[in-house]
C-alpha cells in the first residue's frame, strides 16, 4: 500500500528540524517560558514500518504465546504484523516516548500500567475506544479490569495482559512441617507464624520470598482498603502526596522488619523478580508473593524441583480484605496515524480483545482472560477444575469490590515514585532507619517528585 | 623553539587532522555544549516540550541531600580505588618484578582481569557472592560476617570497591612493570649493597623514578573510578541498597534513561565534567611539582 508513506518523509524532516532549531535559538536567546517543541500533538504520525508493528515485552514462553496468536490474525485476516521483542517494560516505555519524539512511531505499543500516565501525558495517543468498531461489547470486558484503562470516561488503553499478586506455596514443605496444606496463610502474621513452623522444623531455610517491587506494596495496601496516594491514587485528580501515616503502612513494615530480623525472609533484591522465583523453586524459602504470570512456571518448576505447588491469596495486613490492584500491561496506539491503517489497527485490537484469543492467552501464560465470555467459557469448558491454579487470581480479582483503593496508582512521576519506595524500604527492614522515620522519609522523597 | 616543518602545506595537515577533529566535534563537543544547554530545560519526553528554567535544575542539586550524598560516595569510592588498585597494583609489579621463575606467567594472570569486560566481571561477581546462591558467600560467613550485601549499604559499597579495584590492576601493572624494567639495574645493586630492603627499595627507591608513570596512572584511575565503574554498579546494586552505592555517573543514568529527566541529568553531567576537570588540573599540578622526569 503505497499511499501509506506518502508525504510521511517531509512531515518528519520538519518537525525534527523545527525541535532542533527550537532548541537552539531559545538558548542563544535565552529566553523564559513555555515553548511547545514539537510539531504538536495534532500533527501526523509515520508508522515505523508498512506492516502493523507491535512493541512487547514478552518473553521466553509468553513470547512465543503471543507471536502465535500474531500469526493466527494473520492468517484470518489477511493484514500482516510484526511483533517486535524489545527486552522490558522499561525498554518499550523507553523506545516508545522516543518514537512519539521523533514522529515515527509503531501502531501498538505494550506499556506496563504503572507508566501508564507517564504515556497518557504526552498527550500524543488515541484512545482506543475510538479505534474500535461501534458493535464491539465493550460491557463484556471485566469492569475490575478496565476501570484502571479508563481515564476521563474513555477506554484509552487495551487491557491485554493483566494480573495481580498472588501468594504460592510449597504444599510438600508445609505438610513437612506439620502444616495443613489446604489452609495457608491468608493474613501477615499467619505468614508469620507458617514460617516459624517451616523453619523451626528444619525444612527451609526461610518462610517466604518476594521481589522488592512497588506493585506488592501497591498490594498490600489495596487488600487493606488502603489508598497509597491521595485523589484516589490518582484517578481523581494530580494526587500530592504518599499516604504512610496510617497503620496499613506502619504494621506491614513492622512486619516486615520482623521477617527480616528473625530470617524469615529471603530479600532478592531490588525489582529481582528471577531471584525471588529461583528461590522459591530451590526450595529455600516455602512461599512466594508473586505474579499470576507465573502460574505455568511454578507448575514446571515444582515439579522438575520435586515438590508440589499450590497458590492462594494474597495475604494481607490485618484481617480485612478489599481486593487486589491490577498489574501487567496494555496496548497504546499513538494518534495521528493515517485512517486506512487506522482500521487495520482497530481490527488488531478487537481480535487481542477476543473471547478466544484472551483464552489461548489465558491458558499459555497465566494473565487473566479480560473478557466475561472468555471467563464464562472456560468455566463450562471445565477448565478451572482441572487447573485449580488458574483460578485464584480471577476469584481474587471477582471477589474485590469497586474501592478506589484497588485502583492502581496512576501518576506521572512512577517510576521515581516507585524507585524511591523500593530503595527506602531497605534500611526500614534491615532495621537501619526507625519505621516512622522511613515512612516520612518516604512521603517527602515521593512528594518531592509530585511537587 | 623553532617549528619543525613536517608538512609541505598547511591543508595537508589540515587534511589529516580533520578525522579526529571532526569526531571529537561530533561525538564529544557538540554533545557537551548540547547537555549544557539542556540543563537550563526542564524536557518533557515524548512530547518534544522544553521549558526554559534557567540554574533551576542546579539549584535543585544544591538542595538535595541524595545528591550531596551522592556526591560524598563518589569521592570516598574514587580515593578507595585509586588508592586501593595503586597500591596493590605497586606491590604485585614488584613481585614479578623480584621473581626469578615463571615471571612471563605471574604477569599474564596479573594483567588478565583487565581483559574481561565490565559487564561480565560483575556478573561473575554477583554468582560468586550472591546473599543466598553465591559460591563464595558460605566460606566467608564463616569469618563471622553474615554476607548480604542486597541489604546492607556498607558491605555492598565495600564489594563493588573491591570488584572496581581488581578489575583494574591489569591495566596498572603493565604500565608499572614496563616502568620498573626500565628502572637501571645499577640502581638496584648500589641500593642492595647499601643493604637497603625491599620494602624500602621499592618506595625510596623505585616509585621516585617511576613517578611520571604513577602520575599518569593516578589521572587514569580516577577517570576509571569516575567513569569506568558504572557497569559494575548496574550488574550488581542498581545504586543500593538505599543509595549506598548510587555514584554519581549511575545517578545521572538512571534520572536521563529511567525517570527521563534530562535537564537534570544534564546539570548532574555538567557538574561531574567540573568535578573530574577539576580533579583532573589539582593532579597535573601536584605530579609537576613533583614527578621526576630525569635530569
Not at chain 1, 524469615?264 to 499470576?292: C, D, H, K, R
Not at chain 1, 496496548?331 to 486506512?340: A, C, I, N, Q, T
Not at chain 1, 482497530?346 to 479480560?370: N, R, V
Not at chain 2, 554477583?126 to 556498607?154: C, K, N, Q
Amino acid at each position: 500500500m503505497p499511499d501509506r508513506e506518502r508525504s510521511g518523509g517531509s512531515v518528519r524532516r520538519s518537525r525534527r528540524s523545527v525541535l532542533r532549531t527550537s532548541g537552539a535559538a531559545l538558548a542563544a536567546a535565552g529566553v523564559a517560558g513555555c515553548v511547545g517543541g514539537g510539531g504538536g500533538s495534532g500533527g501526523s504520525a509515520e508508522p515505523v514500518n508498512d506492516e502493523l508493528t507491535l512493541w512487547h515485552a514478552m518473553g521466553g514462553g509468553n513470547g512465543e504465546t503471543l507471536n502465535a496468536l500474531g500469526d493466527q490474525f494473520e492468517k484470518e485476516t489477511g493484514i500482516s504484523i510484526t511483533m517486535q521483542f524489545q527486552d522490558s517494560y522499561e525498554s518499550v516505555l523507553t523506545n516508545f516516548l522516543g518514537a512519539l519524539e521523533s514522529g515515527e512511531v509503531p501502531d501498538f505499543a505494550q506499556i506496563d500500567s504503572l507508566f501508564a500516565k507517564q504515556v497518557l501525558d504526552t498527550g500524543r495517543v488515541e484512545p482506543v475506544e475510538e479505534l474500535l468498531s461501534d458493535g464491539f461489547p465493550v460491557e463484556d470486558f471485566l469492569p475490575n479490569v478496565t476501570s484502571f484503562f479508563t481515564v476521563d470516561g474513555t477506554l484509552q488503553s487495551l487491557p491485554f495482559n493483566n494480573s495481580n499478586a498472588i501468594m504460592y506455596y510449597n504444599r510438600t514443605a508445609f505438610e513437612e512441617a506439620g502444616l495443613d496444606p489446604d489452609d495457608p496463610p491468608s493474613t501477615l502474621s499467619e505468614v508469620r507464624s507458617a514460617s516459624e513452623t517451616l523453619v523451626d522444623e528444619g525444612v527451609v531455610d526461610a518462610g517466604i520470598t518476594w521481589p522488592n517491587h512497588v506493585w506488592f506494596v501497591e498490594h498490600w495496601f489495596s487488600t487493606a482498603g488502603q489508598l497509597l496516594f491521595d485523589a484516589e491514587n490518582g484517578h481523581a485528580g494530580e494526587p500530592s502526596t504518599l499516604l504512610t501515616d496510617n497503620d496499613t503502612a506502619r504494621d506491614l513494615y513492622e512486619w516486615w522488619r520482623g521477617m527480616a530480623a528473625d530470617d524469615l525472609y529471603v530479600n532478592p533484591g531490588i525489582e529481582a523478580w528471577g531471584q525471588a522465583t529461583s528461590a522459591f523453586l530451590q526450595q529455600e524459602a516455602a512461599m512466594l508473593l508473586t505474579s499470576t504470570a507465573f502460574v505455568a512456571g511454578a507448575r514446571s518448576g515444582a515439579e522438575e524441583n520435586g515438590f508440589e505447588v499450590d497458590n492462594a491469596f494474597y495475604p494481607t495486613v490485618g484481617e480485612e480484605r478489599v481486593g487486589p490492584v491490577i498489574g501487567g500491561a496494555s496496548f497504546f496506539v499513538p494518534s495521528g496515524l493515517p485512517d486506512d491503517r487506522r482500521e487495520d489497527i482497530g481490527a488488531f485490537l478487537e481480535f487481542m480483545a477476543s473471547p478466544d484469543a484472551q483464552k489461548q492467552w489465558h491458558k499459555g501464560t497465566g494473565y487473566y482472560p479480560i473478557r466475561q465470555t472468555a471467563v464464562d467459557e472456560l468455566a463450562s469448558a471445565g477448565w478451572f477444575e482441572e487447573n485449580p491454579m488458574f483460578r485464584t487470581a480471577l476469584d481474587q480479582l471477582q471477589e474485590s469490590g469497586d474501592d478506589p483503593a484497588t485502583k492502581r496508582m496512576l501518576v506521572g512521576p512512577a517510576r521515581q515514585s516507585q524507585q524511591i519506595i523500593q530503595d527506602t524500604s531497605v534500611p526500614v527492614f534491615t532495621g537501619d532507619t526507625g519505621v516512622e522515620e522511613g515512612l516520612s522519609k518516604m512521603k517527602s522523597d515521593v512528594e518531592n517528585e509530585l511537587a | 623553539m623553532a617549528t619543525r616543518e613536517v608538512f609541505e602545506s598547511r591543508w595537508q595537515a589540515a587534511a589529516l587532522l580533520l578525522p579526529t577533529v571532526l569526531v571529537s566535534i561530533v561525538f564529544l563537543y557538540a554533545p557537551a555544549v548540547r547537555a549544557f544547554e539542556l540543563s537550563l530545560f526542564e524536557v518533557g519526553f515524548g512530547t518534544g516540550e522544553a521549558d526554559f528554567v534557567g540554574l533551576e535544575n542546579y539549584r535543585t542539586l544544591l538542595t538535595s541531600s541524595e545528591y550531596h550524598l551522592s556526591v560524598l560516595l563518589t569521592v570516598l569510592f574514587a580515593v578507595a580505588v585509586v588508592v586501593g588498585v595503586m597500591s596493590f597494583s605497586l606491590v604485585v609489579s614488584f613481585l614479578i618484578h623480584e621473581v626469578e621463575v615463571g615471571k612471563g606467567l605471574y604477569l599474564v594472570s596479573a594483567i588478565w582481569p583487565y581483559a574481561l569486560p565490565p559487564a561480565v566481571a560483575g556478573f561473575v561477581f554477583f554468582f560468586l557472592l550472591h546473599p543466598d546462591l553465591g559460591v563464595l558467600t558460605r566460606p566467608i560467613e564463616r569469618f563471622g560476617v553474615d554476607v548480604d550485601w542486597f541489604s546492607s549499604g556498607p558491605q555492598a559499597f565495600a564489594l563493588i570497591t573491591v570488584v572496581a579495584v581488581w578489575k583494574q590492576v591489569g591495566y596498572n601493572v603493565i604500565f608499572m612493570s614496563a616502568s620498573m624494567n626500565n628502572i637501571p639495574g645499577s640502581l638496584t645493586e648500589t641500593a642492595r649493597l647499601d643493604g637497603v630492603g625491599r620494602l624500602r627499595r621499592l618506595l625510596w627507591v623505585y616509585a621516585p623514578i617511576m613517578s611520571p608513570t604513577l602520575a599518569f596512572l593516578a589521572v587514569m584511575n580516577t577517570i576509571y573510578a569516575f567513569f569506568g565503574t558504572f557497569a559494575f554498579i548496574d550488574v550488581m546494586t542498581q545504586g543500593g541498597p538505599a543509595g549506598a552505592t548510587n555514584i554519581l555517573i549511575f545517578d545521572l543514568y538512571r534520572d536521563a534513561l529511567q525517570n527521563f529527566e534530562f535537564g537534570v541529568a544534564s546539570a548532574k553531567s555538567v557538574v561531574l565534567f567540573l568535578i573530574v576537570g577539576g580533579l583532573m588540573y589539582v593532579q597535573f599540578r601536584v605530579t609537576e611539582k613533583h614527578a621526576y622526569y630525569g635530569g
